[in-house]
């Protein structure tokens, strides 16, 4: 009878944190419905996602990692009262059932003590760590009156809790700009690294002069298990709005660094890794300390990776953007400044700046033979590039004629079709054995 018993509580348990789990979950929210419905009362279903926890995982590793959502398990139930529920939905998500309230003040008051519960530093070891974590919350009847809808309207407000970098939101539907398919979608995305759905596609980059493959770009790609591959264009807008972006990040980064000896598998042939950080990431006053973890775990030198920036992200925020961009260069790592042209940079800034390279965004290359105006602006960011000690690469090269174009200009680096497009790891090397550039 006990090993039943032992069965059962596991079947309905978290194993990590002890907490009940999605099923338990979803069983007491639906009592809780019927009862409120009886005693027409109200109920609240907060859902919180801990912000940041990836970069624990990288930075510290996964047994840090579990030591911490332990404790936080320990906290919210803390911050709650005895007859609520506290659950474990997986990853760094928790929801918390209240099944009797007067109001949403009451739900509000709850997830203030959230707050405050996760406010004090957690102490594991010698490491010091800082948690936030953002909220969604949604009400029955106001806001759903069966589990499902009642579930999927506190992960939207949870969403737009993240999406608006704040500790706390409810859901107000009047409020709500997305389609059901969409929010979806992007519940889904969360949900995208752990169920193994991304792979990374691997774009050579070119040197004009020695016509060798001297560096890849890492892009980061979606198989959705029902509506197959999704755009890129489309999900790392949904990753932008919904803080996503920083996770998505830094999978990219550990998984660039991971493949790339499967990238150049001869020895001695090793070129560099560009990725892609979005302005979340560099805001992380953590982000050097993740990368230099990173860069040691699959041993690779700091000057094999490029960390490419928007020139919108990079003036977006420009002390602290500085700061982590400072630190990184210190340490090595090459910068890249991506979509030059198109934002609204101050030469004084970009001056500034610890950068080795502006990349040419590609709407400028793909007229380059048609429009007087783009081969001015290409050719004086060439001329800019050089006159500050930096190299000038090109993007969305598609034909031979802009190739010479771009080499008459004397560009630096340039990547597109025209040499290659982006491949699994697995197919990129052979791809480039039977083309006219070869591996450096």
């Not at 407000?157 to 997305?178: I, N």
């Not at 961009?325 to 500034?352: C, N, P």
């Amino acid at each position: 009878m006990r090993a039943e018993e032992a069965l059962a509580h596991q079947a309905l348990h978290d194993s990590l944190t002890g907490l009940p789990n999605r099923a338990l979950l979803q069983d007491r929210v639906e009592q809780a419905l019927l009862a409120a419905r009886r005693h027409g009362t109200s109920l609240a279903l907060l859902f919180a996602d801990l912000d940041r926890f990836k970069e624990v995982n990288d930075t510290f590793g996964h047994p840090m990692g579990d030591d911490l959502l332990r404790e936080v398990a320990v906290r919210l139930r803390m911050a709650v009262r005895a007859a609520d529920t506290v659950a474990r939905l997986g990853g760094d998500e928790f929801a918390i059932l209240l099944p009797q309230i007067t109001d949403v003040r009451e739900a509000m008051d709850v997830c203030e003590r959230i707050r405050a519960s996760l406010a004090t530093p957690v102490v594991i070891g010698s490491d010091t760590l800082f948690v936030e974590a953002s909220v969604g919350i949604a009400l029955s009847p106001d806001h759903g009156n069966d589990v499902d809808t009642l579930m999927r309207h506190a992960d939207v407000a949870m969403y737009v809790a993240k999406r608006a970098d704040t500790d706390c939101a409810v859901y107000e539907p009047g409020a709500d700009r997305y389609s059901p398919t969409v929010i979806e979608l992007a519940s889904d995305l969360r949900h995208s690294i752990e169920r193994g759905e991304l792979a990374l596609h691997f774009q050579p980059i070119v040197d004009m002069r020695s016509r060798q493959v001297v560096a890849v770009e890492a892009l980061c790609r979606w198989r959705h298990p029902e509506r197959g591959m999704v755009p890129a264009t489309e999900f790392i807008a949904l990753a932008e709005e919904s803080g996503f972006i920083r996770q998505l990040g830094l999978w990219t980064l550990a998984e660039a660094l991971r493949q790339r000896a499967h990238l150049w598998p001869e020895e001695g042939r090793r070129g560099d890794v560009a990725v892609n950080m979005s302005l979340r990431n560099l805001r992380s006053a953590e982000l050097p300390a993740v990368i230099d973890n990173l860069l040691r775990t699959w041993n690779v030198p700091p000057s094999a990776l490029r960390i490419e920036v928007t020139e919108t992200s990079a003036m977006a925020d420009v002390e602290r953007t500085l700061a982590t961009l400072t630190q990184l260069h210190e340490m090595g790592v090459a910068i890249s400044i991506d979509d030059f042209g198109t934002g609204y940079s101050s030469l004084a800034y970009l001056h500034r700046m610890p950068v080795d390279q502006l990349k040419i965004d590609r709407s400028f290359i793909l007229d380059l033979e048609e429009n007087a105006n783009s081969q001015a602006i290409v050719g004086s960011t060439i001329v800019l590039a050089h006159s500050l000690g930096l190299k000038a690469v090109a993007e969305g090269v598609e034909t031979a004629q802009a190739y010479k174009r771009l080499a008459a200009l004397g560009c630096d680096l340039a990547q597109g079709n025209y040499f290659g497009a982006p491949l699994p790891p697995e197919e990129l090397a052979p791809a480039l054995r039977g083309s006219p550039w070869s591996l450096a």
